[in-house]
C-alpha cells in the first residue's frame, strides 16, 4: 500500500500560509541562509546532483537550466528568474496548492536560484483568476522584504534581490516561457521563434531562468537537507516527488505528493480510494489536454518521465484524468481539441486554421461519415503536421490526445 511523501507539500495544512513565523518554524528560510554561504556555482552543483527535473511540464534538468543561464552572456549587466505560475493546464491545480498554502516556500526557492544565476531581479507571472494565490503571495513577498530575505543586502549577505508579482489574463499560451515573456514585457501573448531560448536571451532580452512553482518549492529543500537527502525518493533519472492532481472517476480526486515511479494503479487504488462506486477503469487523460490517453495496460507502468515517455505517453503537468468505462473518449478528446481551438493565438496558420479543422473533423465522426476508420487516420496526420509546421509549441499539443485515443480507442471513436 502506497501512501504519500511530502517534501513540497509538508507544511500544507499545519502551518498558517499567512504567517512568516509559522513558515520560519518548520525550518523555513533555513535554505536561503546556508545557500548565501555558498558559492553560486556550488548551489547549482547541488541542485544539478540531485536530478531534479522541471515540474512544469517537459521534466527537463533544472540544473543544467541554471548552469545555461548562468554561464550565458558574461557581459550583460542583468539577469532574471521568472516564476512560471501560470498553471493553465486542465486539469492541474498543484502549483495552486502550494500557492494558497505555503507561499514562502517557493519564494525562498525564487531567491535562492536568483542567488544561484546572479539575478537580483525576480517575477512572478501568476494567473489573474488564481485570488487567494495572488493575496497571498503578495503578503509573501511583502513579510519577506520585512524580515530582511529580500531587498538590499539580503542577510548581511552582500546580495540584493527584488521579486515583483505581475498577474496574467488567463491565456493558456502565456504559461508557454517564451510567450510569458512576451506578456511580461507589455505585448500581445503571442510565441517567440525558439531558439533563442529564454537562458541566453529572456526577458528584455536578457539572459533568464524560468522554472514552474513546485521546482521551485524543492529548492530550499535541496539546498538545506543535500542532494543525497533528495535523492532517496524517486527513481534514478526521476529523482524526487511529484504532486499528481487527480480528478473524474475516482472515490478521493484531489492532489497527492508521492515518489516519482508510482504506478496509475497505486494513484488510483492506494491514494484515492479506488474507482468511484467500484465501476471498472477504462482510460486515463495523463498531463492535460496537451497529455496523452493510456488504457488498462498502462495501470501498472511506473510513471517517471522517461519510462513514461517510452511507452508513448507523457507525465506532464501531474494532471491525472481518470475515466470509466460509461465515459467517452470522443467527449474527452473532442474537449481538447476545442480547448486548443480556443486557446491558439492566431499567430501562425497551421496551428489557428489547423486546431479548427481538426474539431470539424472530429465532429463529423459523428455525423454520419462513410469512412470512420479513414478519417481518424487523417486526424492523426494532421495533428502531426500542424506539429511539424507550428510556430510554438501549442501547435505540436494536439497530436498527444490525439494519437493516443487513436492508438487506444479508434474502435470506439469509430462506433
Ligand atoms: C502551451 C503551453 C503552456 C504551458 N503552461 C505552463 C504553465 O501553466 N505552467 C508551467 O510551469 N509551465 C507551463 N508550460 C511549460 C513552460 O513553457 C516551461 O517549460 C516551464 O515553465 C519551465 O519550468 P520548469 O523547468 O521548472 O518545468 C507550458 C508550455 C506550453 C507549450
Redesign the pocket.
Known amino acids: 500500500m502506497i501512501k504519500e511523501t511530502r517534501v513540497t507539500l509538508k507544511n500544507i495544512g499545519k502551518i498558517n500560509p499567512e504567517s512568516i513565523d509559522d513558515y520560519i518554524a518548520t525550518g523555513g528560510y533555513e535554505g536561503l541562509k546556508k545557500a548565501l554561504t555558498m558559492k553560486p556555482f556550488s548551489i547549482i552543483d547541488e541542485i544539478l546532483e540531485a536530478g531534479l ?8 534538468s ?1 540544473g543544467m ?1 541554471k548552469k545555461f543561464t548562468s554561464e550565458s552572456c558574461q557581459s550583460c549587466p542583468q539577469r532574471y528568474v521568472v516564476v ?6 486542465p486539469g ?1 491545480f498543484k ?1 495552486r496548492v502550494i500557492m494558497e498554502q505555503d507561499p514562502h516556500i517557493y519564494l525562498e526557492g525564487t531567491i535562492i536560484a536568483a542567488y544561484s544565476i546572479r539575478a537580483t531581479k525576480a517575477y512572478i507571472y501568476l ?1 489573474g483568476e488564481y485570488t487567494d494565490s495572488i493575496t497571498r503571495t503578495r503578503k509573501a513577498i511583502a513579510d519577506a522584504y520585512e524580515r530582511g530575505f529580500l531587498g538590499k543586502n539580503i542577510l548581511n549577505s552582500g546580495f540584493d534581490c527584488d521579486v515583483e508579482l505581475r498577474l496574467g489574463a488567463g491565456s ?9 515573456l512576451e506578456s511580461l514585457e507589455g505585448k500581445r501573448g503571442n510565441p517567440r521563434i525558439k531558439p533563442p531560448f529564454p537562458a541566453e536571451k529572456g526577458v528584455f532580452g536578457a539572459p533568464t531562468l ?7 518549492a524543492n529548492v530550499p529543500l535541496i539546498i538545506k537537507n543535500g542532494k543525497e537527502w533528495y535523492r532517496q525518493f524517486g527513481t534514478e533519472r526521476s529523482a524526487g516527488t511529484k504532486i499528481f492532481t487527480v480528478s473524474g472517476q475516482v472515490n478521493k480526486p484531489g492532489y497527492y505528493e508521492v515518489e516519482m515511479g508510482i504506478t496509475l494503479r497505486q494513484l488510483i487504488d492506494d491514494l484515492c480510494g479506488g474507482m468511484l462506486d467500484g465501476k471498472p477503469f477504462k482510460a486515463a487523460l495523463l498531463g492535460g489536454a ?1 497529455g496523452t490517453f493510456v488504457d488498462v495496460s498502462m495501470l501498472d507502468e511506473r510513471m517517471t518521465y522517461d519510462n513514461l515517455k517510452e511507452k508513448g505517453a507523457t507525465l506532464g ?1 501531474g494532471a491525472v484524468i481518470v475515466m470509466a468505462e460509461e465515459d467517452s473518449i470522443y467527449e474527452v478528446l473532442h474537449s481538447c481539441l476545442r480547448f486548443f481551438k480556443h ?1 491558439s493565438c492566431g499567430k501562425c496558420v497551421p496551428c489557428r486554421v489547423g486546431t479548427t479543422l481538426m474539431v470539424k473533423d472530429l465532429e463529423r465522426l459523428k455525423n454520419g461519415v462513410s469512412d470512420k476508420e479513414a478519417l481518424v487516420q487523417k486526424l492523426v496526420k494532421d495533428s502531426k503536421m500542424i506539429a511539424s509546421t507550428s510556430l ?3 501547435g ?2 494536439p497530436i498527444l490526445p490525439m494519437e493516443s485515443a487513436a492508438r487506444y480507442f479508434t474502435d470506439e471513436l469509430v462506433s
Open positions: 527535473r522541471g515540474r512544469g511540464g517537459a521534466g527537463f533544472t537550466k512560471n505560475a501560470d498553471e493553465g493546464e492541474t502549483d494567473r493558456y499560451l502565456c504559461g508557454e516561457e517564451l510567450t510569458m524560468v522554472n514552474n512553482v513546485e521546482t521551485l496537451a503537468s486557446e510554438c509549441p501549442l505540436q499539443s
